[in-house]
């Protein structure tokens, strides 16, 4: 069905790719650079396509990370993919991957006319397990970098321990029983609320990083039980 205007609307979802079939077809720069959001992306089954590549990728599939098929797209290169990339620098041939891809049921992003794929690629920046990612709806890539490198520099690394750090405490506090959800969400927010104020400093506080996560989590219990009561009464 054609869709009224020219204007997409984007949903954001985050993707596992392990143990997903993705296809890049084409090996120049924009190959590379999809390739390699993928495997940053958890993906372990890649599958490039392509008669030449760059070295970048050459080297890649030495290694074993990806799979280098050293030949012309065929249409059966498509079944049972999950996503397909298709990154030729011809037109024609990257209209017949996203034909076929559609029809065998896979997601297609295709490099030089991105308005005719089904999902577009942001630019992202990964602190452990947090993932920021900007799109500009494919208006304007420059842009997305620009903010990328913005966020870079705003989010720095001591995210990844926080945020590892916040992950294993939120573990064990939803396991416990006896302790009522309003006090739990207290805690967890009572601890978002300290990673944050020792992340505006950029820097980790010592006494912080020598704490267990259980002593923490009494810590975080007294606070809420003296703030609003612990069992809810
Ligand atoms: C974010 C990132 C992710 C990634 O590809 O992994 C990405 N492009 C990146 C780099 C990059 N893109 C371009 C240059 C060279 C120019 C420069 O340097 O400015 C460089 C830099 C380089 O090559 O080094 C130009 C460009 N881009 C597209 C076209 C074709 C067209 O518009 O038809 C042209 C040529 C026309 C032009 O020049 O505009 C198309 C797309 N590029 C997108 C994503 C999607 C929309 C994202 C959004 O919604 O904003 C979309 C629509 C399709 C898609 O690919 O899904 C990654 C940055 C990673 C990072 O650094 O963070
Ligand atoms: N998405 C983006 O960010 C972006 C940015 C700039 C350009 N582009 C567009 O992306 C496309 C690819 O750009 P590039 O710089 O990587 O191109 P490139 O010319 O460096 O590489 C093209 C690759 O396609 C392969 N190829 C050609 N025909 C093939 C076939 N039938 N089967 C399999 N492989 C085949 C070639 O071997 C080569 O490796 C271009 O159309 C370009 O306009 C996209």
């Not at 990339?85 to 006319?113: H, M, W, Y």
């Amino acid at each position: 069905m054609e869709r009224e205007g020219s204007k997409r609307t984007y949903y954001p979802l985050y993707l596992d790719l392990y143990g997903k079939r993705c296809i890049v077809v084409g090996g120049g720069q924009i190959a590379e650079r999809k390739t390699r959001g993928l495997i940053e992306g958890g993906a372990d089954r890649v599958t490039i396509i392509s008669p030449i590549v760059t070295p970048g990728l050459a080297k890649m599939a030495e290694l074993g990370s990806i799979r280098w098929e050293r030949r012309e797209y065929q249409e059966k290169d498509v079944t049972g993919a999950t996503l397909v990339f298709a990154a030729t620098d011809s037109r024609t041939v990257n209209e017949k991957i996203v034909r076929d891809g559609r029809a065998a049921g896979a997601l297609l992003n295709q490099a030089d006319e991105a308005a005719d794929g089904d999902f577009i690629v942001p630019a992202a920046v990964r602190r452990g397990a947090m993932l920021l990612s900007v799109s500009t709806g494919g208006m304007s890539p420059t842009l997305a970098m620009r903010i990328r490198g913005e966020l870079e520099r705003r989010y720095g690394e001591p995210y990844a321990w926080w945020i590892e750090r916040l992950g294993e405490l939120r573990k064990i506090v939803l396991k416990e029983e006896g302790i009522a959800q309003q006090a739990k969400r207290d805690m967890l927010r009572g601890a978002s609320d300290e990673a944050v104020l020792d992340l505006q400093g950029e820097r980790r506080s010592p006494q912080r990083e020598e704490e267990t996560i259980e002593a923490w989590m009494s810590r975080l219990a007294r606070q809420a039980c003296h703030d609003g009561g612990l069992d809810g009464t």
